[in-house]
């Protein structure tokens, strides 16, 4: 027998659903991605059928449930058909960055929590606040995490320090949230006996244009950084 909750109908019964004429073609590769997320139960297995239990969304999502024997959660609305099915897959939006982060926040992971935070009190891009979060090592690893629920933070007071000298340019140059800005001041500070208020006092002097990549700040920054330092002072920032 099908339990309600709260609009929302479960059931094991699976001989009751119908596929409708007209829908997409079944994609084997999406069900085996789908099937390693549900199975981690890190994905909601809701389905929309209407009256006559047609899938109106989710047939990717009934056969995997069908095939593991997971309960299907669906939603009746009566008088859709395959107009609705062409409307809902023009306009389903794309979750983004902060709808995943807003998801785990209310799931009670406080990393996403401080992800929110630091990324409204320093104002950077998604990629990043990550890469600030998590270092360039894990960056790429990190932005997959993000989404499946398995994102964390190894040291957040070191990157907000590292986030708090980025916003002491603010002052000096008005790209300071540009990414390949951030990410050549990361490497720069990685490097020893680097001087912060040298760095903010030079800029402060010499003008910084944009640059498109890393290289080209990095070269430009240690020009900016070394002029008028005697020789033995200088320091190179392009060989890290």
């Known amino acids: 027998m099908d339990k309600k909750v709260e609009g929302l109908r479960v059931t094991t019964d699976y001989k009751k659903f119908k596929f409708l004429d007209g829908n997409r073609k079944i994609d084997p590769a999406h069900i085996k991605k789908l099937e390693a997320k549900m199975k981690e139960n890190k994905l909601f297995n809701v389905i929309i059928v209407n009256e006559k239990f047609e899938i109106i969304e ?27 099915v062409q409307t809902y897959n023009t306009n389903i939006k794309v979750w983004r960055s902060n709808d995943f982060a807003n998801c785990y926040c209310k799931l009670g992971n406080e990393n ?13 891009s998604h990629s990043v606040t990550i890469t600030i979060l998590v270092g360039f090592q894990w960056g790429r690893t990190a932005r997959g995490l993000f989404m499946s629920g398995d994102f964390e933070i190894p040291d957040y007071f070191a990157a907000t320090e590292k986030a708090e000298k980025l916003h002491d340019f603010r002052e000096v140059y008005d790209g300071w949230k540009r990414r390949s800005f951030v990410y050549a001041m990361l490497r720069i ?4 006996y680097y001087r912060h208020k040298r760095m903010i006092k030079q800029l402060a002097r010499h003008k910084l244009r944009d640059f498109p990549s890393v290289k080209y700040y990095l070269d430009e920054l240690e020009r900016i950084y070394n002029y008028g330092y005697q020789k033995h002072n200088r320091l190179r920032f392009t060989t890290l």
């Open 58 to 84: 989710g047939q990717h999502r009934f056969i995997v449930c069908q095939n593991n024997n997971l309960p299907i959660n669906y939603i009746v609305v009566n008088g859709y058909g395959i107009n609705e």
């Open 112 to 124: 996403y929590k401080k992800h929110l935070d630091f990324r409204k009190k320093y104002g950077f």
């Open 189 to 192: 500070f990685e490097k020893d």
